[in-house]
DNA sequence: GTGAAAGCGCTAACAA
DNA sequence: TTGTTAGCGCTTTCAC
């Protein structure tokens, strides 16, 4: 492939008869050069299809103007949003984007990692595996002073910063919303404990039941993938438990929304017999019927700001104190949640 | 930052007594080092922090081992699971994707091909944006024999290899399928008529309708930006027409769902009143009420098709003679459309 | 305001 | 099987 030849400042010199180093500062637009000087220097080189080589300016000046990105999924209406918020910032400042996915593995996120790594990255940005139990991987960026920023599934590392959301609120909020609605027994269905986003929503729930003296039990606690095969599953035994459970906590939408559509298979009212709500405010949050209460997760935002606090630590070049920035959330209520009419307005 | 030095196979083969190219060919094991010496070498160089330069390695070799992926958006199901599809075959080709949004605007489409022209990726994969008139900006990557893959929204460009599936056999499909139903008065919601997937489906709606003497009226066609708001208004003139239409095929699944809360909002019945089909078989198609039929698109093939025919190309290192290729698409009847019970099982 | 020259770290042709 | 050496194309210090 490649089969012309590739333009070089060298050949711009040879045919003005001037340096090297001045095409070169004329292209950058350096300060010193003659305005005149400049201008031929454009203009031949775009008549000559000269094309800035990014690698030899990379390897000289030892930086790539890249930002790693490492999610574990990319097909995910939360992800997306976030990359989307990513990318505008990264843009914006002239960053591009390198992005890998982990398909919530711990081994391909480590092998993501070391790609990137070596790829020389300017700075690392995260969202965690499902099953990653250490962060060893991440220690080659923080030895070399790499920023590393987590967003949604973090990380407890002291050197990195970290966007989340308050998760342990938010649960807490759904919860004490489905307590208010009515409900006594209700259904928590989480993702794996490793994670803070799930760890601390479970937290969150059973604070909101201690504050409303009900006791937490394990029964009506599910620990699974999030896969749609799971939810399907728990929707099954929920029908089968008795007493039935009158309200469902789901860790996302994708997950409640499937808990919604098998209930209502089964001949089960939502939310007269079961209350459900989710956690994202996805897009399908609202197609569902009934509507399903969420959280709204502000996506796009913790992406802008992920990428924003990165490019901040590279350009100010210094050690930042900053370390968590918490975004705001909030509990929207639909009709999937609501038993009692005229309860709350 | 980066405040440690670092480390290179001269430090290696200083180490180790023995030359950089020795370091080098063991680093990639290369058959004719002697294992001994291969094994002494991965060993130190891991002990000593070594990682390999890419800047240095692809100013060397003129290449790059990148992708430039530009897409209209980030933040839609389907352009995810395209991107899913991408990633695994690219990364299982050790080929690493850099990733743009044209923001469905041609002026920023340029600036992607140019960025990514810039930072010399070995090859680019497209969805056009709304908007583009022509493809000028490509012509610096087909100049240079870097191979243009365009998937989905394509470009009509001799050396590009084009991902589609057959737009105008999958609307002629769910068209006669309306029709089959007993709709006659049709609405068709599409794009932007520069765009392939918008003109060829409405090319097929046509079609079928002239099929079964159904005359085409341009007041029930609606060209819109396909965004939510859009549907929301296309909705209100529906509802607003008399005769009133008795069916709506709409050229993506979030249009088709917007049009189906909107009327039954208003009390018209979906499929009873108006029978409505989509484009794409996002998920939200099986949430909605009634499941909405719709054509399922292949979208995480279509990324892992797009990123494997590029890398045939990169491998070969010659000019294939593919130029485009058809992925399968298919009708899937879900109660949005069905008006006659046992029509067709 | 411009030029000379060294070197970023790696690879590969050629030599041994 | 290993070593020597000459760049890849750019930036930047120092000199003028």
């Not at 599934?153 to 759904?174: F, G, L, M, P």
């Not at 007269?272 to 897009?283: E, K, R």
Request: with cysteine; glycine share 6%.
């Amino acid at each position: 492939m490649k089969s012309t030849s590739e333009v070089t400042i060298y050949d711009i010199a040879k045919a003005l008869n001037i340096s090297p180093s001045t095409v070169s500062r004329a292209l950058k637009n350096h300060p010193h050069i003659k305005k005149e000087t400049k201008r031929k220097i454009i203009a031949t080189a775009g008549e000559m299809g000269y094309r800035h080589n990014n690698f030899a300016s990379n390897l000289r000046q030892r930086r790539s103007n890249t930002i790693g990105v490492v999610v574990h999924r990319l097909d995910s209406y939360f992800i997306a949003s976030v990359f989307s918020g990513l990318e505008k910032v990264a843009s914006e400042n002239g960053y591009g984007l390198i992005i890998s996915q982990s398909q919530e593995s711990w081994r391909k996120e480590i092998l993501c990692a070391s790609t990137l790594f070596n790829s020389r990255v300017d700075g690392l940005i995260v969202s965690l595996a499902f099953d990653t139990k250490n962060f060893e991987h991440f220690n080659i960026f923080i030895k070399k002073d790499i920023p590393v920023v987590f967003f949604d599934r973090v990380a407890d590392c002291h050197e990195c910063i970290r966007i989340v959301i308050d998760n342990y609120k938010a649960a807490y909020e759904a919860t004490s919303h489905l307590i208010a609605q009515g409900c006594r027994r209700i259904v928590h269905i989480g993702g794996n404990m490793l994670r803070n986003v799930y760890s601390e929503r479970l937290s969150g729930f059973k604070k909101a039941l201690a504050n409303n003296n009900i006791e937490f039990t394990k029964d009506l606690l599910f620990i699974t993938d999030m896969s749609e095969k799971d939810a399907i599953e728990v929707a099954g035994k929920i029908l089968r438990m008795k007493p039935r459970p009158d309200g469902v906590f789901a860790s996302n939408d994708t997950t409640a929304v499937s808990i919604i559509v098998e209930l209502e298979k089964a001949g089960v009212a939502v939310p007269g017999d079961i209350a459900v709500v989710g956690f994202n405010n996805d897009p399908i949050s609202r197609v569902v019927k009934p509507n399903l209460t969420t959280i709204h997760y502000p996506a796009k935002e913790m992406g802008e700001v992920a990428a924003a606090s990165l490019i901040g630590l590279l350009k100010n070049s210094q050690v930042s104190s900053l370390s968590t920035i918490v975004l705001k959330h909030n509990l929207i209520i639909r009709n999937s949640s609501i038993k009692q009419i005229s309860h709350n307005s």
